[in-house]
RNA sequence: GGCCCUAUCGUCUAACGGUUAGGACGAAAGCUUCUCAAGCUUUAAAUCAGAGUUCGAUUCUCUGUAGGGUCACCA
């Protein structure tokens, strides 16, 4: 039984439409009231079939979208749902298209769009059609904006009102909204349905009348549902379910703006754009039974759905010490905003990556078994596709594939986009990092060239200034009178001295053996232990072991007591700023 | 409250009805010619509870519990 067919199999279901349909032909409005509300010249549903042609694709060819609302923000989540639509589109050589959602011209800001484009830009998520870079549309199935496609709604509106499938209603939310309050009261579903669709069986003269009087008004959508019927619907995610028909008389249209609600919207778009798989947040399954009504409704094939779980985050506990989630929220989280990851330096592959690995758990032994190939290669699929309650956001994963992915890259490259985004958010750096851009790189090569992978400890680019940042003189002159405090592990006059034999013993040619060498024989001298083993074994014996020798060079250079191999360093760092480093200390 | 979804280490997750319940992140311990970051070697850590079906249940069924979603003139 094919998907759609078993959604319509149902018997009873059946039976309920045919007599429906009967009372639909008692409720058309004549046409004259029907011109009143809508005045306009508008396309007919034929006319957008010519307009909108069925796309020419191989059968299996998934034909994908993401749609975000405008609001300022991407969403993590957002992210996420373009992420895996745009996989599924490209891997079965099919379209993926960016919609803009701004239906709710309240909160939208068309502004912001650029925002959108902006980050699917940034973490490289490409679009076939919709809104560019350079603020055109680019694909045939335009417009991609939805408050300029009102003509397009409201034209299947109308043909919806003419089959008496719709019809106005001229409630006020504070209206509906007590009306919803007494029905829980009641102890009673809420919603606008039955008794309580009071402008469902309304008269021809009572229509006439509140338009006379400009009294606002929607258009609802006549649902034929029952409550007690069972739908089988059929998830690509969460398998097959059985859901109750919706019989609510939904809002799909504000006649105020023009513009529909989601589900309108959703239907027409969808079919006219051609989409045959829409993945979305579970929050809408369970509107599918509505949207179903309305894509029979229109005449159209309803798309495949798949709900995605929601990214949430740990949100306390209760008294068992259960955790409690909750979704990540554009008010109160900041990591909800798919844009903070580009501040902090993440690189964008880490971010996509960490996503991949919540979309497929398998992603990780994959990018193991092939850590040089484009993620774009790896397979995405349905079933592996989580089918948990929604996956706790975990920052302290996302280090850790960003520090996998970093330690891969050269010098090079490292300085390359380091540096573009320190120019944004780290202008000193940026400033140093340009005086001397092969001191720069040098010092990002310590550790890294000749090595399977290098330094694992930057997961970010907001990292730099602290793990390079005390290379450069005017950042290290900030931090360097710490040093003497630092330092108080050893004496005076052991300081001093084990200075002393460093400088008239330092050669830059050493290797790092050689230089080790030294190091141990002014540890020996001073009367520490050569190696910490043996002052483990005879602790009374030494005043300490070499690494304290060493950390006296490492804090006098870097006034940190934690840096890599710092043979490594001392030979980046250069004689002769070295000597002045030491020399320094007040 | 109605309806729906979900339940495996702290987290993300694997396991045709038969495994010693596996991996990854994190944690702990040890190793490593200097401190870190790594790397290597170990360790601790889970099937929500209770019934049922079955020779056998993490897996199937039911009940309970917990968490999430939804029930807008928001998407």
Redesign the pocket.
């Known amino acids: 039984m094919s998907y759609f067919s078993s959604i319509f199999a149902n018997n009873k279901t059946q039976t309920n439409n045919e007599s429906m349909s009967q009372e639909n032909q008692n409720h058309i409005l004549p046409q004259t009231l029907i011109e009143k509300l809508f005045p306009n010249k508008l396309p007919t549903p034929e006319e957008l079939n010519e307009k909108y042609p069925k796309r020419e694709l191989p059968p299996d060819a998934m034909v994908t979208r993401v749609?975000?609302?405008p609001?300022g923000l991407m969403h993590l989540g957002g992210l996420y749902s373009a992420l895996i639509s745009e996989r599924f589109a490209h891997q079965t050589n099919g379209v993926f298209f960016l919609r803009i959602?701004?239906?709710?011209?309240?909160?939208?800001r068309a502004e912001t769009t650029d925002v959108i484009v902006k980050s699917l830009n940034h973490f490289h998520i490409p679009t076939d059609e919709g809104m560019t870079i350079s603020g055109d549309e680019k694909g045939k199935y335009g417009p991609y904006t939805?408050s300029a496609r009102k003509d397009i709604y409201q034209g299947l509106v109308k043909s919806l009102v003419e089959k008496g499938k719709a019809y106005p209603?001229?409630?006020?939310?504070?209206?509906?909204?007590s009306?919803?309050e007494e029905?829980?009261k009641e102890?009673?579903?809420?919603?606008?349905y039955g008794k309580w669709a009071k402008w469902r069986d309304a008269s021809v003269e009572e229509i006439e009348k509140e338009l006379e009087k400009n009294?606002?008004?929607?258009i609802?959508f006549r649902s034929e549902g029952n409550?007690e019927n069972?739908i089988k619907v059929s998830?690509l995610l969460?398998?097959?379910?059985?859901?109750?028909e919706n019989d609510?008389d939904?809002?799909i249209l504000?006649?105020?703006?023009g513009?529909?609600?989601?589900?309108l919207?959703?239907a027409v778009d969808d079919h006219y754009m051609g989409t045959t798989h829409v993945l979305r947040?579970?929050?809408?399954?369970?509107?599918v039974p509505l949207h179903l009504q309305l894509f029979e409704a229109l005449g159209f094939t309803p798309p495949r759905y798949g709900?995605l779980?929601?990214i949430?985050k740990?949100?306390g506990m209760?008294?068992?010490g259960?955790?409690?989630?909750?979704?990540i929220s554009k008010r109160k989280d900041p990591e909800a905003n798919a844009m903070l990851y580009e501040e902090l330096g993440y690189p964008p592959r880490a971010v996509v990556e960490y996503l991949l690995?919540?979309a497929?758990?398998?992603f990780?032994?994959w990018r193991?078994a092939n850590p040089d190939t484009d993620n774009s290669e790896f397979q995405l699929t349905f079933?592996?596709?989580?089918?948990?309650?929604?996956?706790?956001?975990?920052m302290?994963?996302?280090?850790?594939?960003s520090?996998?992915i970093i330690?891969r890259m050269t010098a090079e490259e490292i300085y390359a986009v380091g540096l573009e985004w320190a120019k944004k958010y780290d202008e000193r750096l940026a400033l140093e990092m340009e005086k001397d851009s092969s001191y720069a790189k040098s010092i990002l090569n310590i550790?890294r060239e000749g090595?399977?992978?290098?330094?694992?400890?930057?997961s970010k680019w907001a990292d730099l200034n602290s793990e390079m940042g005390y290379f450069f003189d005017p950042i290290f002159d900030e931090i360097k009178d710490n040093r003497e405090e630092t330092l108080s592990f050893v004496t005076k006059e052991d300081c001093d001295s084990a200075i002393k034999s460093f400088l008239e013993t330092y050669n830059e040619n050493d290797t790092?053996?050689e230089?080790?060498?030294k190091?141990?024989t002014i540890a020996r001298d001073l009367g520490y232990a050569?190696?910490?083993?043996q002052f483990k074994l005879e602790p009374t014996k030494y005043k300490g072991?070499?690494?304290?020798?060493?950390?006296i060079?490492?804090v006098l250079l870097t006034g940190?007591?934690?840096?890599?191999?710092?043979?490594?360093i001392m030979k980046v760092m250069g004689r002769e700023r070295l000597v002045q480093r030491i020399n320094s200390l007040a």
């Open positions: 749609g975000p609302s609001t959602e701004d239906t709710d011209i309240e909160r939208s939805q209603c001229f409630c006020t939310s504070e209206e509906t909204k009306m919803g029905q829980v102890g009673l579903r809420p919603g606008y009294t606002p008004y929607v609802r409550f069972k998830d969460k398998g097959d379910l059985e859901l109750s609510i939904r809002k504000t006649a105020a703006t513009l529909p609600t989601y589900h919207a959703h947040g579970d929050e809408w399954l369970s509107s709900h779980a929601p949430q740990e949100d209760n008294e068992k259960d955790i409690i989630k909750r979704k690995n919540l497929n758990s398998s990780e032994d193991k079933e592996k596709l989580s089918r948990s309650n929604g996956p706790l956001f975990d302290v994963k996302l280090n850790d594939v520090k996998e330690s550790e090595e399977s992978r290098g330094r694992k400890d930057i790092k053996d230089w080790f060498a190091v141990k050569e190696g910490a083993k072991q070499v690494g304290d020798i060493a950390k060079f490492r940190k007591t934690n840096t890599p191999d710092l043979h490594s």
